[in-house]
């Protein structure tokens, strides 16, 4: 099996700052985390979801490759999210993790395999990155709060 040098693991709603974002925010989250940490074009990216911003989600997306993860119920994108990443990681098939998402959840689940990484970035909005991810990750970048609505 071929290891993937890095791969993007994004809690879109947590990147946002939204439960439903729309179009031109999923748009604009994407930007600004390709913004942060370089380009991602050939790096695998796994979104993560609610099933009620799915439809959504895969229409902006849909074009960039990325696999999307759909989750209900509290912290059900973080899980489904974390399912992926955790595999991923159980098989090797990762050396190098970013994930889009402030929760202190992703923090907890990857320190047992903090060794075996050889970079851990953390991308969250400003305010939401938890103290466990920021004393965790070898890089960690704060993207400007959320835009709640674009301009018409």
């Known amino acids: 099996m071929?290891?993937?040098?890095?791969?993007?693991?994004?809690?879109?709603?947590?990147?946002?700052?939204?439960?439903?974002?729309?179009h031109e925010q999923i748009l604009l989250a994407m930007a600004r985390f390709e913004l942060a940490i370089g380009s991602i074009t050939g790096e695998r990216l796994t979104v993560a979801c609610n099933h009620k911003v799915a439809p959504t989600v895969g229409f902006t997306l849909g074009l960039s490759g990325a696999q999307l993860q759909r989750g209900s119920g509290p912290d059900g994108a973080d899980h489904a999210l974390l399912e992926i990443l955790?595999?991923?990681?159980?098989?090797?098939?990762?050396?190098?993790?970013?994930?889009?998402?402030?929760?202190?959840?992703?923090?907890?689940?990857?320190?047992?395999?903090?060794?075996?990484?050889?970079?851990?970035?953390?991308?969250?909005?400003?305010?939401?990155?938890?103290?466990?991810?920021?004393?965790?990750?070898?890089?960690?970048?704060?993207?400007p709060a959320p835009v709640l609505r674009l301009a018409s």
């Open 86 to 143: 955790l595999d991923d990681l159980n098989h090797e098939r990762v050396s190098s993790v970013v994930v889009g998402s402030g929760d202190g959840c992703f923090a907890d689940a990857l320190a047992p395999y903090r060794e075996q990484l050889e970079e851990l970035v953390f991308v969250a909005p400003t305010g939401s990155l938890s103290h466990r991810s920021l004393e965790l990750g070898d890089r960690c970048y704060l993207l």
């Open 2 to 22: 071929q290891m993937l040098r890095r791969a993007h693991y994004v809690d879109i709603e947590n990147l946002c700052g939204l439960g439903l974002p729309e």
